[in-house]
């Protein structure tokens, strides 16, 4: 089962200077939730930008990776 640290690992070294916070919804290995701030995301929509961090982990989204709930911004659009 994957651990949150690796996630968030696997998410910072795909998109250079981005942060992640990654957390393990139910305990169970498998229920993510992420919030990554990205110089990358500049001009994608929300759902380019939330293809390009599934598409990290392709095909362990579903499988290992049974679900993995995004928020994602740019440096600029940080949320207070």
């Keep these: 089962m994957p651990?949150?640290?690796e996630l968030q690992?696997?998410?910072e070294e795909a998109l250079?200077?981005?942060r992640a916070q990654v957390q393990d919804l139910?305990?169970?290995g498998d229920h993510f939730r992420a919030e990554i701030?990205?110089?990358c995301f500049d001009g994608l929509s929300r759902?380019?930008?939330h293809q390009?961090?599934?598409s990290i982990?392709?095909?362990e989204i579903g499988g290992p990776i049974h679900a993995l709930s995004l928020k994602t911004s740019t440096p600029e659009r940080t949320p207070s």
């Design 16 to 18: 250079p200077g981005a």
């Design 57 to 59: 982990f392709g095909a």
């Design 26 to 28: 139910t305990g169970g």
């Design 47 to 49: 759902i380019e930008q």
């Design 3 to 5: 651990r949150p640290e």
């Design 9 to 11: 690992h696997r998410i």
């Design 52 to 54: 390009l961090v599934y």
């Design 37 to 39: 701030v990205s110089d």
